[in-house]
């Protein structure tokens, strides 16, 4: 009878947690609704200088051997004019612009027009149509996971045009890499500008929109929370996980085929670049399912901050290691070379494994083993809008137990990896492991903030048996 009773407890304290997941998530899901003064001025900074950024990462690899002081260093001292940089570098080209539009639309094909057949016959992946968190107006949006399979037919058609059709070099995307610049560029500002237009005159849910008044943060931060087209295509799914992750595996290959194309070989830090990305790229595919129960998807609305960040931040920034191989390559020993590999497989390892700890937990409420062991966990009230008090576990075991975010610290050691394949001559590839520091602090801060705002003095007990955020002992 104990037992039956506390069964029923526990089904009733999921059922209220579920329900009070949509009667909170007005308060607690999506950007702010007012602007401070430090948002604006970072956000003002971004929209002037973030372009300016990756402009000039990818002109100091074309004009300076991927050399970040010598333009700087140039310019000071009058050996070069702003207008001497900029006129040697490539301009938009039809021919770029018919690959890029060719690419996109082709994308949107795959992510609109193919249902995903994958789920049928390849066991343990989860693809179809599955639903998505509840949204702040309470909507539950239906999304067809199909990026795994969009993913295999173009690198099938990729390596088949490699080997057999010869359409075009596998070169194509580096020789027109600047080009192609200014064409994400385009798309990034019209997809931004057109999901601020579409959310005054037709969101797609009104209740999903928020609107601060400030026209440059609604610009970045975007108004409408889930804006789509038709009954399946919805833009922070299709700009999250296509066309720049997609394109992020070809783009290495690119690189690796114009290495050969230049040397005559493939060097092994290519290689390594090549298959260590590629692992994060299946990962992220294999489970986009999952993915839609992460911040971008929960929290984020769809403005520039998305729409211009996934067309050209992630494809230019995020690919700079294979970019720089390119220019310097580096031919590793192979001791180097294996603990290189086994510092981005363990990364990957934990990243993997400390989000699969939390999934099952949260799955099973807290009934499985981690690490052989029934898990240890805390066990937090809340109260939502209305005053009524409810439950939540949050799990201090495994990895867990380890520090806040260890799939953070998993990430960043696979990230570190990526940067070090490339030697030490120049910092230019190292620019990722520092961005992706800065980044996953900062959401680190925002999460905590958040559940501090969600449990009060329940958060304190739970950072005082976890205390460490990313690394046990340190930080």
């Known amino acids: 009878m104990a037992a039956h009773q506390e069964k029923k407890h526990s089904e009733e304290r999921n059922r209220k947690s579920t329900q009070n997941n949509t009667r909170t998530s007005q308060g607690q899901w999506g950007r702010a609704w007012e602007v401070d003064w430090f948002s604006l001025a970072s956000i003002l900074f971004l929209l002037m200088f973030a372009p300016l950024i990756v402009y000039y990462f990818i002109m100091s690899c074309d004009q300076y051997q991927c050399s970040l002081i010598d333009p700087v260093i140039d310019l000071l001292t009058g050996n070069k004019h702003l207008s001497d940089i ?88 580096f020789d027109n890499w600047i080009p192609l610049l200014w064409c994400a560029n385009i798309l990034g500002y019209a997809v931004s500008t057109f999901a601020m237009i579409k959310s005054y005159y037709f969101p797609t849910n009104t209740k999903d929109c928020k609107f601060t008044g400030n026209f440059f943060y609604d610009y970045m931060m975007g108004i409408e929370f889930n804006p789509r087209i038709g009954k399946w295509f919805d833009f922070k799914l299709f700009f999250n996980g296509r066309p720049g992750i997609v394109a992020w595996t070809l783009i290495n290959l690119s690189y690796a085929a114009k290495q050969q194309e230049l040397y005559g070989q493939v060097t092994n830090s290519m290689i390594l670049v090549n298959v260590l990305q590629g692992i994060y790229v299946l990962d992220f595919f294999w489970n986009e399912a999952w993915y839609l129960k992460t911040i971008d998807i929960c929290h ?66 807290g009934n499985c083993k981690i690490w052989g062991k029934k898990p240890e966990y805390i066990e937090c009230s809340y109260m939502s809008v209305d005053g009524t008090k409810y439950y939540s576990k949050l799990l201090t075991s495994g990895f867990w137990g380890w520090a806040r975010h260890f799939n953070y610290t998993g990430d960043l050691m696979g990230s570190l990896a990526y940067c070090l ?18 980044l996953l602090t900062h959401r680190c801060i925002r999460d905590e903030h958040r559940c501090f705002s969600k449990y009060g003095k329940d958060w304190k007990r739970y950072t005082a048996a976890v205390p460490y955020r990313l690394i046990p002992g340190i930080f």
């Open 86 to 173: 900029w006129n040697k570098t490539p301009t938009l080209t039809y021919r770029a612009a018919g690959i890029y539009a060719l690419w996109v639309t082709f994308q949107v094909i795959l992510y609109v027009f193919i249902p995903d057949f994958c789920h049928k016959f390849i066991p343990g992946y989860v693809g179809g149509v599955q639903e998505g968190a509840v949204t702040p107006a309470g909507v539950v949006n239906k999304y067809e996971i199909n990026g795994l399979q969009a993913w295999i037919i173009t690198h099938v058609l990729w390596f088949a045009n490699a080997y057999y059709f010869h359409w075009f070099s596998p070169t194509i995307i």
């Open 300 to 365: 984020d609305h769809f403005g520039w901050y998305l729409g211009w960040g996934d067309c050209v931040w992630l494809p230019y920034l995020y690919t700079l290691q294979g970019l720089y191989l390119v220019y310097h390559p580096v031919q590793l020993g192979t001791a180097n070379a294996i603990g290189i590999l086994m510092l981005g497989l363990i990364g990957y390892y934990i990243f993997r494994t400390t989000n699969h700890q939390k999934d099952l937990f949260r799955r099973t409420n």
């Open 421 to 438: 394949a490339c030697g030490f001559e120049h910092i230019l590839p190292y620019f990722y492991i520092v961005y992706m520091t800065i």
